[in-house]
């Protein structure tokens, strides 16, 4: 149990809608990262927030976005979804700064399975 | 780039030990070690930083040689709870945590 939630579980939408995934983060940490795994492949960096403002991105087009609010919590919007973009995503916090310690790393949530048709 | 594990799959006896390893192309300063469960979220086993060479818990090991940029999961005398997927995942700046994940290494353990 990493502290971690997320919803929904599993999503199924159609090739060119919008969908909004949420995460709920470990209270006190002050990042949130997103990651896309697909079947059989390790994650892969989305972007990361902190402090409520985006901290790096990774190789995904602009559709994909973030938003972070005060409350631990995060949503990651993708927009004009296609058929690639079917995967698990990840949400993992942390806080970040702080890599000294045993435990400082970053915490997974169980993930949202999204299938687009 | 995406570090690249080795073997990509292996198949133990219970009791039997494991080497898992994890080479990048790039200078790291932290190594994060997690085992995945099908269809579930990847679980936390441990993080080696620059200037930690080995550290470990119970039957679960881990190495990080800097200057080769690789790192080596041991795990000994294995139970079936060890069954998963493993992946490194490799940190290049101090306190920059946006993890690069390896390629994964796929261990099943048999009665």
């Known amino acids: 149990e990493t502290g971690v939630t997320q919803s929904p579980t599993h999503l199924i939408k159609t090739r060119g809608q919008q969908v909004t995934l949420r995460c709920s983060s470990q209270?006190?940490?002050?990042?949130v990262s997103w990651y896309q795994q697909a079947l059989g492949q390790g994650p892969q960096f989305i972007f990361q927030y902190y402090r409520e403002e985006e901290n790096g991105r990774g190789n995904f087009p602009p559709r994909f976005s973030g938003l972070q609010f005060p409350n631990y919590s995060s949503e990651l919007n993708v927009n004009a979804l296609e058929l690639d973009d079917s995967a698990l995503y990840l949400c993992?916090?942390?806080?970040?700064?702080?890599?000294?310690?045993?435990?400082?790393?970053?915490?997974f949530g169980p993930g949202t399975r999204l299938t687009v048709l | 780039q995406q570090p690249v594990q080795s073997p990509q799959a292996v198949i133990l006896r219970e009791g039997e030990d494991a080497v898992i390893n994890c080479s990048s192309s790039k200078a790291l300063y932290s190594v994060h070690w997690y085992r995945q469960k099908h269809g579930e979220a990847p679980v936390f086993l441990m993080i080696l930083l620059k200037g930690g060479e080995q550290k470990g818990h119970d039957k679960i090991s881990a190495s990080f040689n800097e200057k080769k940029q690789q790192s080596s999961l041991y795990l000994t005398a294995s139970q079936l709870s060890y069954s998963g997927t493993y992946f490194c995942g490799t940190g290049a700046n101090f306190g920059n945590e946006k993890l690069t994940f390896g390629t994964g290494t796929r261990l099943t353990i048999i009665p």
């Open positions: 993992a916090s942390m806080i970040l700064g702080r890599v000294e310690t045993d435990t400082d790393t970053q915490y």
């Open positions: 209270s006190g940490h002050n990042t």
